[in-house]
């Protein structure tokens, strides 16, 4: 089965930036995209940003729309998320998960349509 395994997370200051990596393992062809969610203290699961398996095609969420930037290695089947000028309301645990669905359903970023679900990584933005 497919597992991944998300790492990178930290504690930065506001304007600061993280890289996070989702390394997958098993049966990595097996999906059509890769997305990152994120679930902060008291709220449900947010959509962030995903990447098509095949294409690259990207989309993002309008919270994180240029300062966040999706991408993947396939040589090294991790995939990518490079956060830029964090603000306080990034603060959350993000996770990586695989959408077996199309491209264009799994684009709307519904976490049903995911599955797979990594362990997560604290990501905390405070001054």
């Known amino acids: 089965q497919l597992q991944l395994v998300e790492s990178g997370g930290g504690s930065v200051q506001p304007g600061g930036s993280l890289r996070l990596s989702c390394a997958a393992s098993g049966f990595t062809l097996d999906f059509d995209a890769i997305g990152w969610f994120r679930q902060a203290p008291g709220k449900g699961r947010e959509g962030v940003s995903c990447i098509s398996s095949t294409s690259g095609s990207t989309n993002y969420a309008d919270s994180v729309k240029g300062r966040f930037t999706i991408s993947r290695d396939n040589a090294k089947n991790t995939v990518y998320l490079q956060m830029n000028s964090l603000k306080p309301e990034d603060t959350a645990v993000y996770y990586c998960?695989?959408?077996?669905?199309?491209?264009?359903?799994?684009?709307?970023?519904?976490?049903?349509?995911?599955?797979?679900w990594g362990q997560g990584t604290q990501v905390t933005v405070s001054s």
């Open positions: 998960s695989a959408c077996g669905q199309s491209f264009r359903r799994c684009v709307s970023m519904y976490p049903a349509d995911f599955a797979s």
